[in-house]
């Protein structure tokens, strides 16, 4: 199994510009989740998908944040423009529902870096 | 706001010693996990324990579960300086097992020394 993937590994960009980032999850997981975390506010969950379908959207903070899921090996989480306090590390994470209470897999992340 | 408050927030023991974090929560739960974070890392799931459960063992861990007092503890014996990361309570509320309402705590931040 090669573990949820996720690109790229650090972002620095500037504040304005527009950020993408990417998640491959576990072959035949049908759910996959978008988390932020940051020492002020922990880890939150900012969406989640069930079958390629976002499911509660409720998490993303701001308008300028939108998830997609293509298909159901691919998913992106774009800021549009990025802002400083954007500043976290973005976790993706995905589960096999169905299956019991199944633990989460997470992704190594992605350290985004807004100046 | 945070489902799970754990404490204590940094825990510094030498290798060899047991390590002991708690975690209280709010609302009443389905199940209750622990998850270990490298720095530098994601996640990774170590151990569930559900409602009615009042403990469980993996290996060199212990988790504990008092729903009357919305609270958990995790024991790690024997620490070893591989064990230095964070940890985190996660509650679930869900039903569904799908994990759509996991909240994770604060975490502690354990530091096992030579």
């Known amino acids: 199994d090669a573990g949820v993937i996720q690109s790229p590994r650090h972002e620095v960009t500037e504040m304005g510009q527009e950020v993408t980032l990417r998640c491959k999850p576990i072959?035949?997981?049908?759910?996959l989740f978008w988390y932020r975390q940051t020492m002020m506010r922990g880890l939150e969950l900012l969406i989640y998908?069930?079958?390629?379908?976002?499911?509660?959207d409720s998490g993303m903070p701001e308008d300028r944040f939108s998830a997609k899921m293509p298909n159901a090996s691919f998913s992106t989480l774009k800021i549009q423009p990025s802002e400083p306090r954007d500043s976290a590390v973005y976790f993706c994470?995905?589960?096999?529902?169905?299956?019991?209470?199944?633990?989460?897999?997470f992704g190594n992340g992605t350290r985004l870096t807004v100046t | 706001s945070q489902q799970g408050e754990e404490d204590p927030q940094a825990l510094s023991i030498q290798e060899g010693e047991n390590a002991t974090m708690n975690c209280s929560y709010k609302?009443?739960?389905?199940?209750l996990q622990w998850y270990r974070q490298n720095s530098g890392r994601g996640l990774v799931h170590l151990i569930l324990?559900?409602?009615?459960?009042r403990e469980k063992h993996s290996g060199r861990l212990r988790v504990t579960l008092d729903t009357s007092k919305k609270s958990s503890s995790l024991l790690i014996t024997a620490s070893r300086a591989a064990d230095t990361a964070s940890y985190f309570c996660?509650?679930?509320?869900?039903?569904?097992?799908?994990?759509?309402?996991?909240?994770f705590g604060t975490g502690t931040r354990l530091q096992v020394t030579l």
């Open positions: 994470a995905s589960i096999r529902g169905g299956q019991g209470y199944s633990p989460l897999h």
């Open positions: 072959s035949g997981h049908d759910y």
């Open positions: 998908f069930n079958n390629n379908v976002p499911i509660d």
């Open positions: 609302t009443s739960i389905n199940n």
């Open positions: 324990i559900r409602s009615n459960e």
């Open positions: 996660a509650t679930d509320a869900s039903y569904t097992g799908t994990a759509s309402k996991l909240t």
